[in-house]
């Protein structure tokens, strides 16, 4: 449980991970009515639910427990009823949201996804970059100054790749690519490099 003296820290915290996610998140690109996540239509089961000490403060964001999906090791799928959004949630290192309109959540994009950091920014520990990849890509790829890391997406479309202090070293990730299952570059991002 939350102590209230930890609250306004806990809620700050979050207040800021929404805005650099939905930074991140946002595109100029409108699709217009599209299918939300496979996730958030499947059946909910046992582990879906969001850890015990994100719950106040997911509730005070009007995130509606119930509605949360495990989608790839510490990202959940979640919905904000009030704002008809659909959020990622990452939960890896504090609690992190992007959030699209539910009808919309990709915006005609391939990708819609977040990165999250443990340790301070000039000098992080480790980087986790995870999303929600459409069906048609097979393959997430992060391009790094010393190589490539790659993930295949789950069956809900999540992808999780974890970067440590070793692959950072040498420079942040420049690039988030999507691969369909051929091989052939189907979404290409840059990341901020601050």
């Known amino acids: 449980m939350l102590s209230r003296s930890r609250l306004p820290a806990i809620l700050s915290g979050m207040f800021l991970a929404v805005v650099v996610l939905s930074f991140i998140a946002a595109r100029n690109v409108f699709a217009g009515s599209e299918a939300p996540p496979a996730a958030v239509q499947r059946e909910r089961i046992a582990s879906d639910v969001l850890p015990m000490r994100f719950q106040e403060g997911a509730e005070k964001?009007?995130?509606?427990?119930e509605?949360?999906?495990?989608?790839?090791?510490e990202l959940f799928l979640v919905e904000r009823p009030r704002h008809d959004d659909t959020c990622l949630v990452n939960t890896a290192?504090?609690?992190s949201l992007g959030?699209?309109?539910?009808t919309d959540f990709f915006r005609g994009e391939?990708?819609?996804?977040?990165?999250?950091?443990k340790g301070s920014p000039e000098d992080p520990e480790e980087l986790t970059i995870g999303g929600i990849a459409r069906p048609e890509v097979a393959r997430v790829r992060v391009v790094l100054p010393s190589g490539n890391v790659e993930a295949t997406p789950t069956a809900d479309g999540a992808f999780r790749i974890v970067?440590?202090?070793?692959?950072?070293?040498s420079g942040r990730p420049t690039?988030?690519?999507g691969l369909d299952a051929t091989g052939n570059t189907v979404y290409v991002r840059a990341l901020p490099q601050e």
């Open 163 to 169: 970067i440590g202090a070793d692959q950072l070293r």
């Open 110 to 117: 391939k990708i819609f996804s977040g990165m999250a950091e």
């Open 93 to 95: 290192y504090a609690f």
């Open 175 to 177: 690039e988030l690519r």
């Open 99 to 102: 959030c699209n309109p539910r």
């Open 61 to 65: 964001l009007g995130i509606e427990l």
């Open 67 to 73: 509605s949360s999906r495990k989608v790839a090791g």
